[in-house]
Nanobody, 121 residues
Framework: QVQLVESGGGLVQPGGSLRLSCAAS????????MGWYRQAPGKQRELVAA???????NYADSVKGRFTISRDNAKNTVYLQMNSLKPEDTAVYYC???????????????WGQGTQVTVSS
């Protein structure tokens, strides 16, 4: 069984930094795209950043220049380095993985449980 386990969230002051990690556990041969989404109270879930297995990246305009997504394919892990955090970055951050190839099947649009990021003084 595959699980996406996120870590690294917490409380940080404006201007601070956090690094989120998401590790996919289980017997996995490959994962196509991995990414981070976020959902603030009363708002829809939105894409923050995504990265393909080949390293191509995509960012929301609101985080360009502040956030960096990366991945370690050997560890089936994706990271999100968040710098210059703002109060409007406060949200639950969710890890997403698409086309997870396992021994018996391919999983699509798989989600982690979410990790809270709060930016406040």
């Amino acid at each position: 069984q595959v699980q996406l386990v996120e870590s690294g969230g917490g409380l940080v002051q404006p201007g601070g930094s956090l690094r989120l990690s998401c590790a996919a556990s289980g017997i996995i041969f490959s994962i196509n795209a991995m990414g981070w989404y976020r959902q603030a109270p009363g708002k829809q879930r939105e894409l923050v950043a995504a990265i393909t297995s080949g390293g191509s990246t995509n960012y929301a305009d609101s985080v360009k220049g502040r956030f960096t997504i990366s991945r370690d394919n050997a560890k089936n892990t994706v990271y999100l380095q968040m710098n210059s955090l703002k109060p409007e970055d406060t949200a639950v951050y969710y890890c997403n993985a698409d086309r997870i190839r396992t021994v018996v099947t391919v999983l699509y649009n798989y989600w982690g449980q979410g990790t809270q990021v709060t930016v406040s003084s």
